[in-house]
Every structure is written in structure tokens, then in C-alpha cells.
């Protein structure tokens, strides 16, 4: 089975521009999960999301967002990007069932200039 | 939300076992005990999980004290690219998946 896959692994912008980076999980994994990590903050729990429907969220502004599309392929978007918006951004993917492990892709490292 | 308590760093000789300890004393019935580890700037990669058993697989053991208070995860033969920062994690298993990380423990094997 082939792994799951981000892109893009690499991007630059600047301030107040919106970034769109996107997940595609492993064959028949529906659950999405975004974590953003930092140095200063760790890995953070973004959302999850499940049958294209948002079924969790984390502690962050409402300029973060996502979607997931019918084929489980999920999308995060970060509008008006700020300094402290450069981190590497991890989706971590299962089939969404209870007692299932998360699965983690290599990431999407953005910096914003 | 600091669920679990980890040494920030430990070294270890190339060969020997290495014995990272996590303390969870709040955790509940129903959560389980997860290990993930990070290489360098790479995405978590999971090792092992347990909810009162040891456990063990090809990459990994887990042994969870009786009062499930804490744990251990043993590598058997730490290689070098055995270093990494390692996470344990205590989550129930009830299909949300938001794992909580903390900051680890820094795992450097050493020639």
C-alpha cells in the first residue's frame, strides 16, 4: 500500500497571502487528521476530519481551515498567512474506526517571509 | 492538557537496549498508551500501543506498570538511526483522532 502523501513538501509565501497544502491518505483510510509543529509549540492538533464532515478541532483561529472530499483526499487552507505561520504541517490519516492508528505523512514545511 | 511526563533527553551506546520511561498518572480506563518517534523533520512514525498488557513487536516493547502509572519502551538493540525524538501519547480509543503530543524524549545512540 502506498504511504500517505503531501503536497506540496515544500513552499514559500508571504505575509497575508493564503496557502493551500493537501493530504491524500492511504487506500481506504477516511479519517483526515492536520497537526501543525513548531519549535516554540510542538505538534498541535489542528482537525480531523470523516466522511468529508469536520469531526474534531484544536485550538486554532478560524483562518485555518479544511475540507475533505469524497475520495478522502483533504485539503487545509490558512488564509492572511502570518510569521508564525511557517511550521511543517503533518496529516495523519486512519480508517476512522475506533482503535485504529494514525498513520503520518512527511509533511509540508511553509515558511512565510 | 500535559497527559504524559518524558525525560527531555537520553543517550544511549549504539548495541544496547534503550529504555525510554513515560510517566502518565492521570490516565484514565479507557486510554491507551501510544509510542510514535520522529526523525529529524520527517512525519511521526508509530511504534507501538498498549492499554494493560506488555506488548512487543518487530521495532519495539512496552511494558505498562500494574497501576498503569507509567511505562517504558524498550528498543532492544538501539541502532543508530534509532535517534530520534520520541512521544508517548495516551489517548482512548474512540475513533477521534486527536493524538496530544507533549515534548518527548530526545534519543541520541551514540557510536
Known amino acids: 500500500k502506498a504511504g500517505v502523501t503531501q503536497t506540496p513538501r515544500y513552499l514559500i509565501k508571504t505575509r497575508g497571502q493564503q496557502v493551500t497544502l493537501s493530504c491524500s491518505p492511504i487506500?481506504?483510510?477516511?479519517?483526515v487528521s492536520w497537526y501543525q509543529q513548531t519549535p516554540g509549540q510542538g505538534l498541535q492538533f489542528l482537525f480531523e476530519?470523516?466522511?468529508?464532515?469536520?469531526?474534531n478541532k484544536g485550538n486554532f483561529p478560524g483562518r485555518f481551515s479544511g475540507r475533505q472530499f469524497s475520495n478522502s483526499r483533504s485539503e487545509m487552507n490558512v488564509s492572511t498567512l502570518e510569521l508564525g505561520d511557517s511550521a511543517l504541517y503533518l496529516c495523519?490519516?486512519?480508517?476512522?474506526?475506533?482503535?485504529?492508528?494514525?498513520?503520518f505523512g512527511p509533511g509540508t514545511r511553509l515558511l512565510v517571509l | 492538557d500535559a497527559k504524559t511526563t518524558q525525560p527531555p533527553s537520553m543517550d544511549c551506546a549504539e548495541g544496547r537496549a534503550a529504555n525510554l520511561p513515560c510517566n502518565h498518572s492521570?490516565?484514565?480506563?479507557?486510554?491507551?498508551v501510544y509510542w510514535y518517534r520522529q526523525i529529524h523533520s520527517q512525519g511521526p512514525q508509530y511504534i507501538i500501543h498498549?492499554?494493560?498488557n506488555n506488548e512487543t513487536n518487530e521495532m519495539a516493547s512496552l511494558i505498562i506498570t500494574e497501576d498503569r502509572k507509567s511505562s517504558t519502551l524498550i528498543l532492544p538493540h538501539a541502532t543508530l538511526r534509532d535517534t530520534a525524538v520520541y512521544y508517548c501519547?495516551?489517548?482512548?480509543?474512540?475513533?477521534?483522532?486527536?493524538?496530544?503530543f507533549g515534548t518527548g524524549t530526545r534519543l541520541t545512540v551514540i557510536p
Open positions: 495523519a490519516t486512519t480508517t476512522g474506526l475506533a482503535g485504529e492508528t494514525q498513520y
Open positions: 487506500s481506504g483510510h477516511r479519517s
Open positions: 476530519y470523516f466522511s468529508e464532515t469536520q469531526r
Open positions: 492521570t490516565i484514565s480506563g479507557n486510554e491507551y
Open positions: 498498549g492499554l494493560k
Open positions: 501519547i495516551v489517548s482512548p480509543q474512540t475513533g477521534a483522532n486527536n493524538l496530544f
